[in-house]
């Protein structure tokens, strides 16, 4: 089995901004903690630093006025109704290299799906990636170009049939939004619920609209909702459909803001569990481009993403971080030395309210979606 990593340090020459909490050392920390784990250079792993995708590529999904404007904004100035589209102080700032970034994070997610379609990987992983709230013609929740979208796109264009599964702890709203009318893309999507939660949507009710109802699939779960009641909801969901709608490739969407210590969500999923569900979407794909997504606390997105790349190749890790990784643990004060967390027991009460809440959403889509599946 071959797997591919898409990564390079064109992230360096991009910034948000100060006050921004999508920090780009986030991807450089993760490299650092793969690699320090051995997991950039192992037998069957090829490492590849994408091209910037060109507009020609990203128009296929995106209105060319708005690309206009997100080039027009390159330099870090606000281009005239820049509001209009989404860009402004705030999430979507306009910082210098805006459209560069977009650019590179799409060819990234393109190079991910066209080294899985060509049989030169059968997993791909692009962490830079998963930018999924971005819509046709605006940016939205700090994505400018949705790099997901196009990755689906790009394998559909070679004749693949793609299911997209989405853990992050946002709903995957653009994503949807894509596909909301396309029966050959089966869409999912786990997420704090969207009364609680940017972007405010994602529940059961949204299934797709014309020939595609029953192929937008929402699994909201309530505020404090951790592993252990994460998972057997995931289980009761996602496999099923997966071997109902019987995809060629899936495009995972790997956003790790689920995590108990994230700073802009409520879940309570620890790394172990994260690692589980991705351990799953692995084991059900046939084939797999895997992206990352969000994840504001640097120790959560190096670990998890390492964690999921190292599922992604069939490695059980060793629970102690690398003696390699001591200088970046101590400058980005991580407060675990191991790759997993420390239990964190739950009061009774909290645990009771997310199950009961999930279990009305499994029930709502077993009722409402399954059938138009056959199960
Ligand atoms: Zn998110």
């Known amino acids: 089995m071959k797997t591919a990593l898409v990564y390079s340090d064109a992230w360096t020459r991009f910034d948000y901004g100060a006050e921004h909490p999508l920090r780009m050392e986030r991807l450089g920390l993760t490299w650092r903690l793969m690699a320090a784990y051995g997991l950039t250079a192992r037998p069957g792993v090829s490492v590849h630093a994408p091209e910037p995708a060109s507009e020609g590529a990203i128009a296929a999904f ?5 690309l206009e404007v997100l080039r027009a904004a390159n330099g870090g100035v606000e281009p005239r109704g820049a509001a209009r589209w989404g860009l402004g102080p705030g999430d979507n700032p306009v910082f210098p290299g805006l459209w560069d970034a977009a650019r590179v994070c799409a060819g990234g997610s393109l190079l991910a799906a066209e080294l899985v379609a060509s049989g030169a990987a059968t997993r791909a992983f692009h962490f830079a990636g998963g930018l999924h709230h971005a819509m046709r013609e605006r940016a939205s929740g700090f994505c400018y170009v949705n790099d997901a979208v196009l990755a689906i796109l790009h394998l559909r264009a070679r004749g693949l049939r793609v299911l997209y599964v989405d853990i992050d702890a946002h709903h995957g709203d653009g994503v949807q939004a894509a596909f909301y009318e396309e029966p ?7 997420h704090e619920r969207g009364d609680y939660l940017f972007p ?3 529940f059961v009710e949204e299934m797709g609209a014309g020939a595609a109802v ?4 929402n699994l909201p779960l309530e505020p ?10 995931f289980e009761a969901v996602v496999p099923p459909l997966v071997g109902a709608f019987a995809p060629d490739v899936v495009v995972a969407q790997l956003g790790i803001d689920s995590h108990r210590t994230d700073p802009l969500t409520h879940l309570e999923l620890d790394v172990q569990g994260f690692a589980r569900a991705v351990r799953r979407i692995v084991e059900l794909a046939p084939r797999l481009v895997a992206l990352g997504g969000g994840g504001y606390d640097l120790q959560n997105v190096a670990r998890g993403w390492t ?4 599922a992604m190749n069939d490695v059980a890790l060793p629970a102690a971080l690398p003696a390699a990784f001591a200088g970046d643990a101590r400058r980005h004060e991580f407060q675990v030395a191991t790759l997993w967390d420390e239990p964190a027991p739950q009061p009774a009460h909290r645990r009771v309210r997310a199950e009961e809440y999930v279990q009305r959403q499994v029930d709502a889509i077993r009722r ?3 059938p138009t599946h056959g199960l």
């Open 368 to 370: 409402l979606i399954f």
């Open 224 to 233: 404090f909702t951790g592993s252990d009641v994460y998972l057997p909801a």
């Open 200 to 202: 405010g949507t994602g």
């Open 62 to 66: 995106h209105a060319p006025a708005y």
């Open 214 to 217: 029953g192929y937008a699939v």
């Open 307 to 310: 964690a999921a790349w190292a």
């Open 184 to 190: 050959g893309v089966l869409t999912i999507s786990t």
